[in-house]
Each structure stands twice: as structure tokens, then as C-alpha cells.
């Protein structure tokens, strides 16, 4: 026990040490960037606009540039959320959710990931170019380079892997797992649809066969196994 109040007093003591330690001993640049309302800014223009909006990071030439009175967003790189407005924004990458207005709850990391988004909420974009051209499409998820790149206005769709989904631009609530699944798709389906990318050599046409919805088929790749 007397060891215990010891080891507690030594560390109180070097604690206070801290405390009183002359500022010169802090990290030299100090850090800046920090504007009221718990707002962060460093880089060019980065959150010029803000006036109420709170709890904001804009790191990165003309990141948040636009934002007023939105809260809780971050841009990191050059132009992330630019034109935007909304609330509860995330990008990261150059060019990120660079158009976004008045979306709300988006998150884009990768370069140009969500680059033409203006209103379209609850989207997340992990890659480069990842649901690039998405303007109103909300609740869409894109993991991978590529993926959902094309896709304007349709919602609910889910793409995983190097370009899956890659030329969807309208059908909405479709699932594509696995690198190129889905990549040729121009297609409107009847129904949800979930497509995996084959272990073997199939066609998408072959694949049609075994779903328990009817699909309607406009264009697409034939997918192969790597």
C-alpha cells in the first residue's frame, strides 16, 4: 500500500512539474488553425466563408470554402467539400465531395470520390473516382476504384471491389461484390438484386438463370473468374 501512495504522489508531482514547465518547452511552431466555435483551419481559403457553424476541420487549399453555419464536417486535401453547405460531411482526398451543397451525412475518402455530389445524403465513397458522378443518389455504399462511378441519381445500391457497378447510372437498390462485378451494367432490374462475382467462368446471362427474381438485361459484361 505505501508503494501504491508513493508511485501516486510521483506521478501528481511530475503532473504539476508539466503544468508549471515554461511554454517554451511546447511543440515549435505552436499549433494554429483554431477559430471560435471549435472550428480548424489551415491552407488557403480553407473554411473562409464559415460564419456560426461549429466543430468544422477544413485542412487543404479551399476546403469547406463555402460552408456558413454547417456543423461537424471535415475536408482534408485540396478543394474537399468546396461548394458545401450541408451538415455532417466527411472527405478526404483531393477534390472529395468538392460540388456537394446541401447533402448531408456523406463520407468520401479517396481522390475525386464523390466529386459531383450536390444534394444526395448518406452515401459513403471509399477509392478514387468512387461514386464520382452521383449528384442526388442517396444511401449508396462504393468500396473500390471505380466503383459505382456512374451512377446519377439511383439509391440504395451497394458496390464492392475494383470497379463493380462501375457504369450503373440509374438502378437502384443492387449489390455487387468483387472486382468488375457488375462493371458493363446498364441494365433496369425488376427487383433487388444481389450479383457476386462467379469462382468459374460464367456469363451474367448463365447467372440469371438461378435468381429467384425476374431481371431485366439492357447491356452487360460477362464476368470472369480471376
Not at 29 to 56: F, W
Not at 77 to 92: E, F, K, Q
Request: aromatic share 6%; charged share 10%; with cysteine.
Amino acid at each position: 500500500m505505501k508503494n501504491r501512495n508513493s508511485t501516486f504522489t510521483t506521478i501528481l508531482l511530475a503532473l504539476g512539474f508539466l503544468a508549471l514547465s515554461p511554454m517554451t518547452r511546447a511543440v515549435v511552431p505552436p499549433p494554429d488553425g483554431g477559430y471560435p466555435g471549435g472550428n480548424t483551419a489551415e491552407g488557403q481559403s480553407a473554411l473562409l466563408g464559415r460564419t456560426t457553424g461549429l466543430y468544422n476541420t477544413a485542412v487543404g487549399i479551399y476546403s469547406l470554402l463555402s460552408l456558413t453555419d454547417g456543423n461537424f464536417c471535415t475536408g482534408v486535401g485540396a478543394g474537399t467539400l468546396l461548394a458545401n453547405t450541408g451538415d455532417s460531411n466527411t472527405a478526404t482526398g483531393a477534390g472529395a465531395l468538392l460540388s456537394n451543397t446541401t447533402g448531408t451525412n456523406n463520407t468520401a475518402d479517396g481522390t475525386f470520390a464523390l466529386f459531383f455530389n450536390t444534394e444526395g445524403s448518406l452515401n459513403t465513397a471509399v477509392g478514387r473516382d468512387a461514386l464520382l458522378q452521383n449528384t442526388t443518389g442517396s444511401g449508396n455504399t462504393a468500396t473500390g476504384h471505380g466503383a459505382l462511378t456512374n451512377n446519377i441519381d439511383a439509391d440504395g445500391n451497394t458496390a464492392c471491389g475494383f470497379f463493380a457497378l462501375h457504369d450503373d447510372t440509374a438502378g437502384a437498390q443492387n449489390t455487387a461484390i468483387g472486382q468488375q462485378a457488375l462493371a458493363g451494367k446498364l441494365l433496369r432490374l425488376t427487383s433487388p438484386t444481389t450479383i457476386r462475382r462467379p469462382a468459374s467462368k460464367r456469363s451474367l446471362a448463365t447467372q440469371q438463370a438461378s435468381l429467384t427474381q425476374p431481371v431485366e438485361w439492357a447491356h452487360c459484361k460477362t464476368m470472369t473468374s480471376v
